[in-house]
């Protein structure tokens, strides 16, 4: 995020296919290219959850990989390991456990963690020795290079790619002036019944 330039497009547009928190018709979509390794994007992630939290249903946020092995050795197994994971049902957790034991993360961490988050970690250990979902993660990075993606992390709001700050209360400015006033604010229940 360094250009200043409000400019990329999203390429590959948000499906069924990718890893979603919120409904379908939020009035933002925040698309996160990111690296489990990348201590930018662990920051990030973290803003994004305060972000999620302030605007509930108005907010949908999407997960892609972009594991950045050249910098980060552990990136590619780390985003192996999610998808593994996901495969069992619990993509989100080993999310957000990969991003608060970044630091601790290795291959001999993973029983540890698939005990944690209750994974069969046999069926996990099979899964990365096949490498059973780097398909998946390639086209991710295939994305992200069409959209322009250089590093992580990177965002896309409602498909445009975000070059301002990324801390938190410039971020929250943002989405909050992407979302209708009438969106903003719950309605109260007689508003609702008089609407009918």
């Not at 409000?6 to 590959?12: K, S, W």
């Not at 803003?47 to 997960?63: E, H, K, P, S």
Request: aromatic share 12%.
């Amino acid at each position: 995020m360094s250009d200043g330039l409000f400019h990329h497009a999203l390429a590959v547009p948000v499906s069924a296919n990718d890893h979603i928190q919120g409904a379908d018709s939020a009035a933002v979509t925040l698309v996160m290219y990111g690296d489990y390794q990348c201590p930018y994007t662990a920051t990030l992630h973290q803003i994004i959850t305060r972000l999620q939290t302030r605007f509930g249903d108005n907010l949908r946020y999407v997960f892609r990989h972009f594991p950045l092995f050249t910098k980060h050795p552990l990136a590619q197994l780390a985003a192996e390991t999610v998808e593994a994971a996901s495969a069992q049902g619990k993509f989100w957790q080993m999310y957000a456990y990969l991003f608060q034991a970044q630091n601790d993360f290795d291959r001999a961490s993973l029983s540890a963690a698939c005990g944690l988050l209750g994974l069969d970690y046999v069926r996990l250990e099979r899964d990365l020795s096949a490498h059973a979902h780097l398909d998946r993660i390639k086209a991710d990075v295939a994305g992200a290079q069409q959209s322009g993606v250089a590093s992580t992390p990177t965002l896309f709001i409602n498909g445009i790619m975000y070059d301002a700050s990324d801390d938190f209360e410039t971020l929250s400015r943002y989405v909050g002036s992407l979302i209708p006033a009438t969106a903003a604010k719950p309605q109260s229940f007689w508003n609702k019944l008089f609407q009918k």
